[in-house]
């Protein structure tokens, strides 16, 4: 706010228009994409498949979508004697991974078990009438346990070192140097690397979104990350790194987040392999329900690409968005439906009284409908005080119809969410607290005192803009 | 995050740093010596939102460690940080059947009490909140243990005004403030905040907040915008 005020450069709430950073990622992923194009053409090298190498393989495999429970089962303890074997060996296992994509794909996989599990195991819990399935998932109480998750991902994190091998990285040394046994082999850090995100991902499908946010310490989002080198964790990556910014009202940074990954999409669409773009398709869709709720609570000018797709997709629901008032709440409650992880509970549900069993999804919705009914008038009050430089309080009130206390506690709520925590350089977590409305206004007494920054044009911008459209 | 909205206060001690930035916040044991900093928090008025969250996440993964007075704790310590996501970070780790309002058990009771007046504050509705803290008898047993609850609310209400407020009415600072009658509030504004009252008027002086100053956005230029264009000419013609 005191910068905003004093005349200096002012903080613009998306200051890093610049799209220098995802054209580089562009290139340097479309070679990428182009070389193991060429790979594949070639013979594979090694023809002779032993054990360990199909579990390996079948680790990184999706479980069929209709699989029983016993398969659920028999699926988890491949998992743990998979991951016992690679932890527990005495030294470390000497095996490379089968391909690049394979240490994402397996604790991607890892994870989604996990999740769509807890998801089932609550479902048939609140449904009560699948006695034989209550039966088994009792007898089996340990299985997919929150615990033994965390525990694998947490355990090869410490043995790759990778945090460390990270942290020296940003020092500009050499990361082999600090990797030790374990780390410096392709396996163990590559899905040391992974694990990190995940379990930015299981803390976010718990509700622990600071958490969340702070085990990304390590890893620097806006220079050329590891992960970026394969899609799906560069994607999912900035989803729950965006997500958790919202649900910790920081929705400047997130829609930064969100909006970095879809631009970057949107450029790579024409290079992607279709099986992993397709299985992206529905994340997108998410992220721009969720930049629409974020852009409703917090107007900010979007990127031109993302602009266009959000009003074509949804266009409707923005405009109510941004209305604000009670006719808001449903649209909200949809998109974040229709665009929020799918929450777990890490406990055993309650088999004996299936009514005590909530969804998560309706729990971490219903805290996050607080804060935008709380929040729900601020549009009201900035589209009238955007008329006025002076105006009385009470006759406010009375073309709002409300009474002049309601009108009061309006007036503070809309003026203290004028300042939000923004991210600087450092890690995800810290923030610097900026005024991010073009609005101001004080009382005296019941007289408002109103005052808009004026925004100039943005000329330099534009030109830069249009220039580059025209030569690309 | 900093201190000031009680993230990562100052006063934390070095265990229980390490706590919760290491393993050992999953340790079912690390939850008494939680509790314990809990206490000290309530004590001594800091408050410690991050490691509060500590403990909550191992009540979340050990429900059979639950201690009800340290939960309800917790949610008034973190009400006192408002308006911020705190009460709502705190409110996301507790288990749903417990913030339910379909749950019925004393502790889902005191949690939906206290999410009432944490809307309050939130919502501005400052008058509201001193009324609801005085309609039942409970809202008293629940913040028992908060050392100066209802001074740090007052004063962080106060706070909240100078940043709006250039001038405010007794009566509404009295109402806003929860306090009896006039003197009192005219006692508080000049002790306590530093403020002038004069003819019924409670003068707030100038701060960065209260000024609302026409400014301009003007656009910020810098040599490194045009970094691509001259490369590229620079290319072409090479």
């Known amino acids: 706010m005191a910068t905003f005020q004093n005349g200096m450069a002012p903080i613009r709430t998306m200051d890093n228009d610049s799209d220098v950073e995802e054209e580089a990622l562009v290139a340097d992923y479309k070679e990428q994409v182009q070389y193991e194009d060429g790979l594949d053409d070639q013979e594979p090298a090694m023809s002779q498949q032993d054990d360990i190498q199909s579990r390996l393989a079948a680790a990184a495999q999706p479980l069929d979508f209709s699989a029983g429970l016993e398969a659920k089962f028999s699926s988890y303890d491949n998992y743990c004697s998979l991951f016992h074997h690679i932890l527990n060996s005495e030294g470390p296992v000497d095996l490379e991974p089968p391909s690049y994509y394979w240490a994402w794909d397996v604790i991607d996989e890892f994870i989604y078990q996990f999740n769509s599990f807890s998801s089932y195991r609550a479902r048939i819990a609140r449904q009560g009438t699948n006695e ?54 392709n ?62 009202r920081r929705y400047g940074d997130a829609i930064r987040m969100f909006s970095h990954i879809l631009v970057y999409v949107s450029r790579t669409k024409n290079f992607q392999k279709s099986a992993q773009y397709d299985s992206i398709t529905k994340k997108n869709e998410q992220m721009y329900a969720l930049i629409a709720i974020c852009v409703a609570l917090h107007p900010t000018r979007l990127d031109d690409t993302i602009h266009t797709a959000l009003r074509e997709k949804y266009g409707d629901q923005l405009l109510k968005l941004q209305k604000g008032g009670p006719d808001s709440l449903p649209i909200f409650e949809e998109l974040f439906r229709a665009a929020c992880p799918k929450f777990i509970s890490p406990v055993l549900p309650d088999f004996d009284h299936p009514e005590n069993n909530i969804d998560p999804v309706d729990h971490h919705l219903a805290i996050f409908m607080d804060e935008i009914k709380t929040t729900m008038w601020n549009p009201t009050v900035k589209s009238y005080l955007r008329l006025y430089t002076t105006m009385d309080l009470k006759k406010l009130a009375g073309f709002l119809t409300v009474e002049p206390e309601e009108l009061r506690a309006w007036l503070l709520v809309n003026k203290q969410r004028s300042k939000q925590l923004r991210w600087t350089d450092q890690s995800l977590l810290v923030g610097e607290l900026v005024n991010v409305s073009d609005l101001d206004y004080a009382l005296q007494g019941d007289l408002i005192h109103i005052s808009e920054a004026k925004v100039g044009r943005k000329l330099v911008d534009w030109y830069l803009r249009n220039l580059s459209r025209t030569y690309a | 995050m900093n201190g000031a909205n009680g993230e990562d206060p100052s006063e934390r001690p070095a265990e229980i740093r390490s706590i919760i930035n290491g393993l050992e916040r999953y340790n079912p044991e690390a939850a008494g010596v939680l509790e314990a900093y809990l206490s000290q928090q309530c004590e001594e008025k800091f408050c410690d939102c991050n490691a509060n969250r500590a403990l909550l996440k191992l009540y979340q993964l050990n429900p059979d460690r639950i201690k009800d007075e340290a939960i309800t704790n917790i949610l008034v310590k973190s009400m006192t940080q ?46 509201r909140f001193w009324a609801t803290l005085e309609s039942d008898d409970i809202y008293a047993d629940l913040t028992t243990d908060i050392a100066g609850f209802e001074d740090m609310i007052r004063v962080r209400i106060a706070q909240l005004i100078s940043q709006s407020y250039r001038e405010v009415d007794v009566s509404v600072l009295e ?16 002790e306590t905040c530093g403020w002038k009252v004069a003819d019924g008027l409670v003068q707030i002086p100038k701060n960065a907040e209260n000024e609302a100053k026409k400014t301009e956005i003007r656009e910020d230029v810098n040599i490194d915008m045009f970094a691509r264009v001259i490369k590229r000419s620079w290319e072409e013609t090479a």
Not at chain 1, 142 to 158: A, E, F, P, R
Not at chain 1, 190 to 204: A, E
Not at chain 1, 213 to 231: G, P, Q, S
């Open chain 1, 132 to 185: 034989e399935e209550i039966q088994m998932l009792r007898e089996n109480s340990n299985t997919w346990g929150c615990y033994s998750v965390l525990n694998v991902l947490y355990s090869l994190i410490q043995r790759s070192q990778i945090s460390e091998q990270l942290n020296a990285m940003k020092r500009n040394e050499d990361p082999m140097a600090v990797a030790g046994n374990y780390g410096t082999k």
């Open chain 1, 187 to 248: 396996l163990y850090r590559m899905l040391g690397y992974f694990s990190i995100i995940g379990l930015l991902r299981v803390h976010c499908l718990l509700g622990d979104f600071s958490l969340a946010l702070k085990t990304l310490d390590d890893i620097e989002l806006n220079k050329k990350a590891m992960f970026a080198r394969v899609m799906a964790a560069h994607f999912t990556t900035y989803y729950y790194v965006g997500f958790s910014y919202m649900m910790t």
């Open chain 2, 82 to 127: 408002f308006p911020s996501p705190q009460f709502d970070l705190a409110l996301h780790l507790l288990s749903p059947s417990q913030t339910s309002p379909a749950a019925k058990s004393d502790l889902s009771d005191a949690i939906a009490k206290l999410r009432v007046l944490n809307l309050q504050l939130e919502g501005a509705q400052y008058a």
């Open chain 2, 175 to 190: 109402n806003w403030l929860g306090l009896d009658d006039e003197d009192d509030t005219k006692k508080f504004a000049v």
